[in-house]
């Protein structure tokens, strides 16, 4: 079953507003990818974290990846209508097989 | 262009009816694998393959099987489907080794068994 807890499932904000996800793992991760599928899309790779306490920066994005290697978190500032879509992080164990998370996906506020 | 694809895109089949989805890649990665997408669960890994005659199974195998004959090509199997296979499937590839693991995906294929 899952191993990799993603929450929230779902983030209503307002255009503007930020957005947060986070992923937890029962086990130790080799490296944290993260993903965003565009609705009617297919997932389109964001960025991979390899070391404990990793923090990238992609211009609004920053990607977190915890010291013990089991947790991650993406955070969006100031969203804007094209943040939209589901976030998903995808955790690399041993021995090659990827676990993902359920996805949070983003929804802008009318 | 450097691409995965697969078909077909969309199938409607019926219970019982063997049916293929093929999965190519033009990037020479090593590493392919077929997901299955359904709402609230994410993506799940149902094989994956390291290299040529190299394949392992994911977290929901049952019901599916695979082959890796050339590096290039990934196909699934569904011997018997049932309706509980309905699902988006998704083929990925990648690069394997030191660095970036980056899976390129597919289109998708969505697929309905009556």
């Known amino acids: 079953g899952q191993q990799v807890m993603q929450i929230p499932q779902y983030q209503h904000v307002q255009e503007g507003e930020d957005f947060t996800t986070y992923c937890n793992s029962s086990?130790?991760?080799?490296?944290i990818q993260w993903y965003k599928q565009r609705p009617g899309g297919h997932p389109v790779f964001l960025i991979q974290?390899?070391?404990s306490g990793e923090v990238k920066k992609q211009k609004r994005l920053t990607f977190q990846f915890g010291e013990a290697k089991k947790n991650s978190s993406l955070h969006i500032t100031a969203t804007q209508t094209t943040d939209v879509g589901t976030y998903f992080c995808?955790?690399?164990?041993?021995?090659?097989?990827?676990?993902w998370g359920a996805g949070t996906k983003l929804i802008i506020k009318p | 262009e450097a691409q995965v694809t697969q078909n077909p895109r969309y199938l409607i089949t019926v219970t019982g009816k063997k049916l293929t989805v093929t999965c190519s890649q033009n990037?020479?990665?090593?590493?392919m694998s077929w997901y299955r997408q359904d709402p609230g669960l994410g993506l799940r890994q149902i094989y994956y393959?390291?290299?040529?005659?190299?394949?392992d199974k994911g977290d929901v195998p049952e019901g599916y099987k695979v082959s890796r004959k050339e590096k290039r090509n990934f196909p699934l199997i569904l011997e018997s489907p049932s309706p509980n296979q309905t699902s988006l499937y998704f083929c990925?590839?990648?690069?394997?080794?030191?660095?970036?693991?980056?899976?390129?995906f597919g289109p998708g294929t969505r697929l309905t068994v009556t």
């Open positions: 086990t130790t991760l080799s490296n």
């Open positions: 393959s390291m290299n040529v005659e190299v394949t």
């Open positions: 990925a590839s990648s690069f394997l080794g030191v660095g970036s693991y980056e899976q390129y």
């Open positions: 974290l390899v070391k």
């Open positions: 995808a955790g690399l164990r041993s021995n090659y097989q990827l676990i």
């Open positions: 990037m020479n990665h090593e590493y």
